[in-house]
């Protein structure tokens, strides 16, 4: 291997934003929500569910961006996948 090649493996996937006990954080309700969860972290199972899901924030605008990024993945998904759509009857 040259001195300046790098596989992938050898970097360290950076660590995910978790909150600390009490600390607040925003997440995605339905519809598009974006919401601030004000109860602070307690690690309840709510929380825990948020966070293993990716839907833990640091702050709003991280928040929205995702939710920007959701809506284009599940508009492709279902752009590519037309017959999974239920149809009207």
């Known amino acids: ?12 996937e950076p660590e995910r934003w978790k909150p600390k006990e009490a600390e607040s954080y925003w997440w995605l309700a339905v ?14 199972r709510d929380d825990l569910r948020r966070w293993e899901l990716g839907n833990c924030f640091k702050t709003k605008s991280e928040a929205e961006q995702a939710r920007e ?5 599940l508009l492709n998904f279902h752009n590519a ?3 999974m759509q239920s149809s009207s009857s």
């Open 81 to 83: 996948y037309p017959s």
């Open 31 to 44: 519809e598009k929500v974006v919401q601030e969860w004000t109860g602070n972290w307690r690690n309840h």
């Open 1 to 12: 291997m040259e001195p300046n090649e790098f596989k992938m493996g050898d970097l360290a």
């Open 69 to 73: 990024k959701i809506k284009e993945v």
